[in-house]
Structures are given as structure tokens and as C-alpha cells.
């Protein structure tokens, strides 16, 4: 599968370098998702929620109306998750919630599968220098992805994982990277960060981990139309 991101701040759909410095504002959220309208899912990101800084729920709102989505920032209590479900959200991603000092916050994650479902969660294991961040990518913790993926897996659907070394600066991604991960799990992945080019799309796909795809599809470094033929040859699901 291939997702169109669409990342909320201030009330604008945007797209950040490292998560820190703003590279573009784009069009309205409608005339995204409009242009999106060949992929079945979407993903949306509210960069205020997740730095602490407000929240887009109105935009939120209005996008999971229009269109199927998973929805993540700032999901930090299992009310936040409830609130994002009835805004329309069909998957919920969790991040910074999802670790305690010592490892995986295994109550708020059971609690949290348990009030919504486990097929609605996806933990973000977002990378940088090989070690897991949170908080708006702007805390590490001392924790790799690839140890942590076992534990996860009894609250979770699957996997979102950000290459955050090269997130937004259409450098390329670590496919050697994303080859680990999709050996430790038998749940979804879906790749995110620097991923750049049409073959680097087709190589995920081809290793059954999902692309989501941001400052390539911005710029149009990636084009939209290619995405979607590419989207076209996938199997249909369920006939791997």
C-alpha cells in the first residue's frame, strides 16, 4: 500500500525537514485530498498534538469525513485515541506514549487496545541514529526498533516506521534498514522518511513493507500519477 501524508500544523497542511524546520505549505486539506483521490488511505499527522503545541481537530475532522485515514500525534492518553475514533479516524498511530523509562508502556498499551480495538493501532517506531525518538523526535530513547518490535506486537496492528536521519530531506532511505524490521514481525509495516525516488517506492513494496510518502510527493520528486499506476500492479488484499 502507498499513503499520501498529510501533516497539520497551525492550521496548515505542511511538510517539515527533521520534523523541526518548515520546507512548504501546500494546498488545503481538500484540494489534497482531492489530489489523493486514487490511494484508498491517508495519513495524517498533527505536528501541534505531537509537539505540545495545540491541535488541528477540526482539520482532522474534516479529512477523516473525506477520506479513509490513520491518524497519529500527540495520542498520549487512551481518551485522545477515543476522540481521534470519533472524528473518523480508522487507524490510530501512537508514539511517544507507547515507552516508559525501562521499555514498552505495556498498561497504557493494553488499556489502550482494549478501548479500541487492536486492529485500529499502529505504534511509531520513528528512528533516528538508530535509536528510537519520542516526543516529537525530539527525545531519544535508548531503545532500537528491531528490539522492541516482539514485545509490541500483542497491542498493535502494525508498524510505522520513520527513517527520521533522512525524514524530509529527499535523500533516500535505509532499505537495508527496513529489511531487518520486516524480518522481525510478522504484522504491517509501513516505511516512512527520505524515501525519494519511484525505485525505492517499488523496492519496499516488493519486501511487503507499505510506503508513506510526504516532501517526495510535495515537491514532485514523486509523481502522483506514477504512485498511483504503481498502486494498480499491487495484489489485491489477501491474495499474497
Known amino acids: 500500500m502507498i499513503f499520501p501524508c498529510i501533516d497539520l500544523m497551525d492550521g496548515k497542511v505542511v511538510q517539515l525537514v527533521q520534523g523541526r524546520e518548515k520546507a512548504l505549505e501546500a494546498d488545503s486539506p481538500l484540494e489534497m485530498l482531492r489530489r489523493f483521490a486514487a490511494f484508498p488511505e491517508i495519513q495524517v499527522i498533527d505536528l501541534n498534538a505531537a509537539m505540545g503545541t495545540g491541535s ?12 479513509r485515514t490513520r491518524v497519529g500525534g500527540g495520542v ?11 472524528q473518523g479516524a ?4 501512537v508514539g511517544t506514549a507507547a515507552f516508559a523509562a525501562d521499555g514498552i508502556h505495556a498498561a497504557f498499551l493494553a488499556e489502550l487496545a482494549a478501548a479500541i480495538g487492536k486492529e485500529r493501532v499502529i505504534v511509531a517506531l520513528d528512528s533516528k541514529q538508530g535509536r528510537i525518538v519520542v516526543k516529537g523526535w525530539r527525545e ?14 500483542p497491542y498493535c496492528a502494525g508498524f510505522l516506521c520513520t527513517y527520521v536521519d533522512k525524514e524530509g530531506m ?13 524480518a522481525g514481525t510478522p504484522l504491517e509495516i509501513t ?23 510526504g516532501m517526495a ?10 504512485l498511483a499506476g504503481l498502486l494498480r500492479e499491487l495484489p489485491a488484499p489477501g491474495s499474497r
Open 140 to 153: 531519544a530513547t535508548r531503545f532500537r526498533a528491531e528490539e522492541v518490535l516482539a514485545a509490541l506486537e
Open 217 to 226: 510527493v510535495y515537491t514532485g520528486r514523486l509523481k502522483l500519477e506514477d
Open 170 to 182: 529527499l535523500q533516500g532511505t535505509d532499505l537495508d534498514w527496513f529489511r531487518r524490521l520486516r
Open 90 to 93: 480508522h487507524k490510530v498511530i
Open 191 to 213: 516505511a516512512a522518511g527520505g524515501i525519494t525516488t519511484l525505485e525505492e517506492v517499488r523496492a519496499l513494496l516488493a519486501m511487503n513493507v507499505h510506503a508513506a510518502l
Open 76 to 86: 498520549r492518553s487512551v481518551d485522545r485515541a477515543r476522540a481521534l475514533v470519533a
Open 56 to 67: 488541528n481537530d477540526e482539520l482532522v475532522r474534516l479529512v477523516a469525513a473525506h477520506a
